[in-house]
């Protein structure tokens, strides 16, 4: 069954809000499988954006990155109208869970979340085709290099080419995504 909630550590009838998350190519978000819309504003969708990458984002940092111009005030005010803004929106009438946590002085999506985001996918399947190679299961290793091919649909958050906080990581899945098609036509030539 899924994961339940309760409150004070008391499980319930309700069970956990799932989202998937898919950031290889333009962002797209479902909740329980259906698309979750337009977004609130451009700022939400990024901090929210930094939060699936990161999982914690330290209120100076995303203050910095965001607001890099304005006052730590003004700065502090508009993350705190994006992050409202983003918590209404993923929340969507639903009052008793929250997908935004503040801790520590920082951020972070609700880790009893049931969270799938096809970038950890992709990784987790890249690092089982390497090791099933090395435990010389090729057939496995295939497999799993043929579905993460299927799953890089495009560039990390593609529908935002200029974000600079991205580029690095962009790079860094373009270059596994890379692997993976050298380390395909390997064994295809192989079998």
Known sequence: GRKTRGTRGTESDQPIPSLAVYGLGPLRVYREGTT???WPNRRAKAVFKYLV???TGPKEVLMELFWPEASPSAARNNLNVAVYALRQFLRQGERDFSYVLFRDDSY???P???LWVDVAEFEQLVASAEQLERNSDLPGAL????TAETLYQGGLFEDDPYE???LS??????D???GVLDRLRELYVAQ
């Open 36 to 38: 979750m819309g337009v």
């Open 164 to 166: 600079e906080w991205i």
């Open 108 to 110: 972070l999506l609700n």
């Open 112 to 114: 009893d979340l049931d």
């Open 169 to 174: 990581r962009r790079r860094e899945l373009e």
């Open 53 to 55: 990458v990161h999982r």
């Open 176 to 178: 596994r995504y890379i």
């Open 143 to 146: 497999r799993d290099l043929q």
